[in-house]
């Protein structure tokens, strides 16, 4: 069983939508999110406690109604770290970009939880694939995985997340890019981050929350070696997987070596 720290990179429009009583999902808590945020702080046998981080764009005004946001769908609790209320010194009176702050961020909690591998989970549609590819190059071996949320089939954001999975490839770790929670949770519990009965209770909660979406379908891009997973990736075999398809979700694909693919079945 591995112990693990999750970070979530939730978009803005995320946790604002939480604010309003109208509304029944974030879009940064897409259905099924709850069950596998819940499953990753369990931890394979149950009572493991990983640390869960949010990274948030929102003001930290709103902090209590993200509280009361996180009990109602029973998500952790774990430190809220709000970017747009660092970075602000007398040295410093102007605040940095979200996106140099968020990084630097990240150093300092994979420095705090020195011991533990990370998971990080973000959006295809922000600037996360940008921000994780740094995250992983200057810290080898401290990434066991990226989830990414695939959002759409947009060109204009194929090219990071491309950039972002031959860095994946090439450190042995793995990228899950999901249009579902499904995905995440089949990967996580493969891995033995969550236990096995988690992946039903994620698709439970994502029926309840939406019975008429379909699930997509899910592709691997696996090499024998981490050099020449990273290589297909460069070659184009994750952008004909994006970018094609006429299906109306966009598909599941995970990168990773072969090596890593064999462990599970162990």
Not at 7 to 14: F, K
Not at 53 to 68: D, F, T
Not at 172 to 194: K, T
Request: proline share 7%; charged share 25%; with cysteine.
């Amino acid at each position: 069983m591995t112990r693990s720290c999750t970070l979530v990179s939730p978009t803005s429009s995320g946790f604002c939508g939480a604010c309003s009583s109208r509304t029944r999902r974030a879009g940064w808590l897409s259905p099924g999110s709850g069950a596998l945020y819940r499953a990753l702080h369990a931890g394979a046998s149950g009572d493991q406690q990983n640390p869960m981080l949010y990274v948030s764009r929102a003001p930290w005004g709103i902090y209590e109604v993200l509280e009361e946001f996180f009990d109602r769908h029973g998500i952790p609790v774990g430190p809220i770290l709000f970017l747009r209320e660092w970075g602000v010194s007398w040295t410093s009176p102007l605040p940095r970009k979200a996106e140099d702050h968020k990084r630097e961020l990240i150093h300092n909690m994979l420095a705090l939880y020195g011991e533990l591998p990370f998971i990080l989970i973000g959006d295809s549609g922000q600037h996360d694939p940008e921000i994780y590819r740094q995250i992983v190059e200057e810290h080898p071996g401290r990434v066991l995985a990226v989830y990414i949320r695939n959002v759409s089939r947009d060109p204009k954001r194929t090219r990071e997340i491309e950039d972002l999975a031959k860095v994946v490839a090439g450190a042995g770790s793995s990228l899950v890019l999901a249009a579902d929670s499904v995905a995440m949770a089949e990967h996580a519990a493969s891995l033995s981050l969550v236990s096995p009965e988690t992946v039903s209770e994620v698709r439970n909660e994502r029926m309840a929350a939406d019975p008429t979406e379909l699930e997509s379908q899910t592709y691997g891009i696996q090499r024998s070696t981490p050099t020449r997973t990273a290589e297909a990736v460069a070659q184009g075999d994750l952008q004909d997987l994006v970018e094609s398809g006429s299906e109306p979700m966009p598909p599941n694909v995970i990168v990773e070596t072969q090596a890593q693919e064999q462990l599970k079945e162990l």
